[in-house]
């Protein structure tokens, strides 16, 4: 079964950048299919960020991309979340997700971390 | 970018009822539509994907229709635990894009 666990800071301060790693288990992230993260501010909807092959190809959401960061680290089967520059707009629930097509970029998301609040104040 | 618009916002219904939930789209995203369920202080549930296929796991109760720039969540009889909230999301071009949701509530 396929697990996802978002890992990070809870507070970030304004100007500053929120990083965010997501741990699988598994699956080997190298062998295939595609990771993305997705936010939910408080009471909100959901925003997709961005996505990284297991190759390290990356989609990015435009409204984001100048501050957006998406990387792979396969030796420790994770994927991380860059994003500078943060203000109070960015407070959120992030989740990282596997999206469901083996081959395809940019498809539904069949399996999701539990999701982590990140709060940007000073 | 597509915009996903789901109606209505709030959907009052009884356990046992039948409910009917509508997500359109600004432009055509073909049968390239995903349903999600989300209950409080969880993550998304995948429900539907390619606008008619239910997930694995994912209870008969549940079908998806539509395509093109129309798509409709049924729930045939609502069981307690399916009053959440409900996101669509198109996947057929970049950026992938979310509807704003509907609540499900008693």
């Known amino acids: 079964q396929v697990h996802l666990q978002e890992s990070g800071p809870g507070l970030v301060k304004p100007s500053e950048t929120l990083s965010l790693t997501c741990i699988v288990s598994g699956y080997s992230i190298s062998s295939g299919y595609f990771w993305g993260w997705i936010r939910q501010p408080p009471g909100k909807g959901l925003e997709w960020i961005g996505t990284?092959?297991?190759?390290?190809?990356?989609y990015y959401i435009p409204s984001l991309k100048s501050r957006v960061t998406i990387s792979l680290d396969t030796s420790k089967n994770q994927f991380s979340l860059k994003l500078n520059s943060v203000t109070a707009a960015d407070t959120a629930v992030y989740y990282c997700a596997r999206e469901q097509d083996i081959s395809v970029a940019g498809t539904s998301f069949d399996y999701w971390g539990q999701g982590t609040l990140a709060t940007v104040s000073s | 970018e597509k915009v996903m618009t789901q109606s209505p916002a709030t959907l009052s219904v009884s356990p046992g009822e039948r409910a009917t939930l509508s997500c359109r789209a600004s432009?055509?995203?073909?049968?390239?539509l995903a349903w999600y369920q989300q209950k409080p202080g969880q993550a998304p549930r995948l429900l539907i994907h390619a606008a008619s296929t239910r997930a694995s796991g994912i209870p008969a109760r549940f079908s998806g229709s539509g395509s093109g720039t129309e798509f409709t969540l049924t729930i045939s009889s609502l069981q307690s635990e399916d009053f959440a909230v409900y996101y669509c999301?198109?996947?057929?071009?970049?950026?992938?894009?979310f509807g704003q949701g509907t609540k499900v509530e008693i």
């Open positions: 999301q198109q996947y057929n071009n970049w950026p992938l894009t």
């Open positions: 990284i092959s297991h190759s390290g190809d990356t």
């Open positions: 432009q055509s995203v073909n049968n390239n």
